[in-house]
Structures are given as structure tokens and as C-alpha cells.
């Protein structure tokens, strides 16, 4: 679906997934929705992850869009997968915050 679009969210860039597509007058911007609602039901339930220590087990499409947020909060993201390269590039795409 991304070659069809107009532009991308920064979230799709990073994630290479959309699940929303806006229509502005023919103009189709894609998004990804699933990390910021993560972060959104973590609010909600009044869990802070500001400075945590978190793992996220599997390195698949979900880890990236929810590990994209979640790199941007908490102190050390760690990152488990039984596919050793899956996980690599994982924590080499989500940067500093991601750890092996």
C-alpha cells in the first residue's frame, strides 16, 4: 500500500506498515496507529513508562510500531526474539535506547 501514497508518517517510515489511510481532497497520507495506541491504553491504565527498564518479547511488526514510542520514553528497551537477525535489526533500527 505505500507506493500508492502521497506521504507517510514519520511512524510508517520507521515501522514500513500502514493501517490508516487519510484522504485530504485526493491527497493520501498513510499512518500507523498500533505504538501510539499502545502508549495511549498505558496512559489510560495509569502505567508510566518514563525512565523504566522494559522488554518486549518478539520483533515483529507490533515491536517496531510500539518500540518506536517506547524508545523515546524509557531508560533501556530490551528486545527478545528466537530469530536472532529479526531481532538485530530491530534494536539496530530503533537506535541508542535498544539494547541486546
Known amino acids: 500500500m505505500i507506493p500508492f501514497l502521497d506521504a507517510v508518517s514519520d511512524e510508517v517510515s520507521f515501522i514500513g506498515a500502514v493501517n490508516t489511510i487519510a484522504n485530504d481532497g485526493g491527497f493520501l497520507r498513510g499512518y500507523n496507529t498500533d505504538g501510539r495506541g499502545f502508549m495511549e491504553s498505558l496512559s489510560e491504565a495509569g502505567i508510566p513508562c518514563d525512565r523504566k527498564r522494559v522488554l518486549i518479547i518478539g520483533a515483529g511488526g507490533a515491536c517496531r510500531a510500539v518500540g518506536y514510542y517506547l524508545s523515546q520514553k524509557v531508560e533501556h528497551l530490551q528486545i527478545f526474539d ?8 530491530v534494536v539496530k533500527d530503533l537506535g541508542p535506547f535498544a539494547v541486546t
Open 82 to 89: 528466537i530469530d536472532e537477525d529479526k531481532r538485530e535489526r
